[in-house]
């Protein structure tokens, strides 16, 4: 069974920068995809990002496209999600999940996720 922790959220002014960590325990990190979800106010958990256990794939949301950036370090059970030129539509709950099966864009696939970390971007 795996844990997992996020961090790295806050406030921050429209046209800014956030990096969100997520970090593993409990199980073999790099059996796992491993996936960004955010749920804003009144709207459903939407995928942001994905990353296959290698590093070899990734996959994002066509609105954060060019924008978010997210990578793994598997020797350190750690996910990150760099996220740059931040707008006030970006403000949600931000959520990790992972699987062992498939890297996927849909929420129903992952097995396992954190407890989220709020985003909140001022315009």
């Known amino acids: 069974q795996v844990q997992l922790v996020e961090s790295g959220g806050g406030l921050v002014q429209a046209g800014g920068s956030l990096r969100l960590a997520c970090t593993a325990s409990g199980g073999t990190f790099s059996r796992y995809h491993l996936g960004w979800f955010r749920q804003a106010p009144g709207k459903e958990r939407e995928f942001v990002a994905a990353i296959s256990r290698s590093s070899g794939r990734t996959s994002y949301a066509d609105s954060v496209k060019g924008q978010f950036t997210i990578s793994r370090d598997n020797a350190k059970n750690t996910v990150y999600l760099q996220m740059n030129s931040l707008k006030p539509e970006d403000t949600a709950v931000y959520y990790c999940?992972?699987?062992?099966?498939?890297?996927?864009?849909?929420?129903?696939?992952?097995?396992?996720w954190g407890q989220g970390t709020q985003v909140t971007v001022s315009s």
């Open positions: 999940a992972a699987n062992s099966f498939i890297m996927s864009s849909n929420r129903g696939g992952y097995d396992y």
